[in-house]
């Protein structure tokens, strides 16, 4: 079993920041691509960004050059840092990890969700 556990959503103004974090711990043997994903009520869930093992970075066009995904290894953990942050990015924000538990198993995992609010 593996669990991913995040940190770091809240109330912020327009043009501030926050920073998430996500861990994952449990049975784990390697973890490929982590991402981030936001959701709204009535709308599909929509990727973020994305990072492989090797630190290949992907962005969703509206995040471009205003959030940036990075990881440690060694810890397992995925962190989106936002900036300029605008109201249109208030949504619950879940990190997601395919996880490698042994060579022949493989899934996707999920964080809870962390609400991100930005209003004045």
């Known amino acids: 079993q593996v669990h991913m556990v995040e940190s770091g959503g809240g109330l912020v103004q327009p043009g501030g920041s926050l920073r998430l974090s996500c861990a994952a711990s449990?049975?784990?043997?390697?973890?490929?691509?982590m991402g981030w994903y936001r959701q709204v009520p009535r709308k599909e869930r929509e990727l973020v960004a994305t990072i492989t093992s090797g630190g290949t970075t992907n962005y969703a066009d509206s995040v471009k050059g205003r959030f940036t995904i990075s990881r440690d290894n060694a810890i397992n953990t995925v962190y989106l840092q936002m900036n300029s942050l605008k109201p249109e990015d208030t949504a619950l924000y879940y990190c997601k990890a395919d996880v490698r538990m042994t060579l022949w198993d493989r899934n996707d995992y999920w964080g809870q969700g962390t609400q991100v609010t930005v209003s004045s």
């Open positions: 449990g049975n784990i043997f390697a973890i490929h691509t």
